[in-house]
């Protein structure tokens, strides 16, 4: 094993105790850096005519006579052609607090 490779992070003491960040925050982001914990996150951005914007509902989990939102349809005319995305229900509040209709 290189020397690289060992997680190993240097620190010292005053950088813990005169940050403005809390002191276990300080710590976590060392021991992320030690670990070498690496998170890509990766991002599809659609652009478009939204055509068509609706809810699906399902029964509630808790049982009972409530439906709740399982996923979002949205459809957007692109250039390419038309394309149809099933979304998170968060993603409706959202939409419908931007006023965007289907």
């Known amino acids: ?14 950088e813990v105790y005169s940050s403005e960040v809390k002191k276990t925050e300080v710590l976590m982001e060392s021991f992320r850096r030690a670990i070498g914990l690496r998170i890509k996150e990766n991002k599809e951005v659609y652009e478009g005519e939204v055509t068509e914007l609706s809810p699906e509902e399902s029964e509630s989990m ?14 957007l005319k692109t250039v390419k052609g038309t394309k149809q995305l099933k979304l998170d229900p968060t993603m409706y509040d959202a939409l419908i607090k931007e006023k965007w209709s289907g």
Not at 62 to 75: A, E, L, R, W
Request: aromatic share 8%; proline share 7%.
């Open 1 to 14: 094993m290189k020397i690289e490779e060992v997680p190993f992070c240097p620190m010292v003491r005053s």
């Open 62 to 75: 808790t049982g009972g006579y409530c439906k709740s939102i399982s996923h979002v349809i949205v459809g």
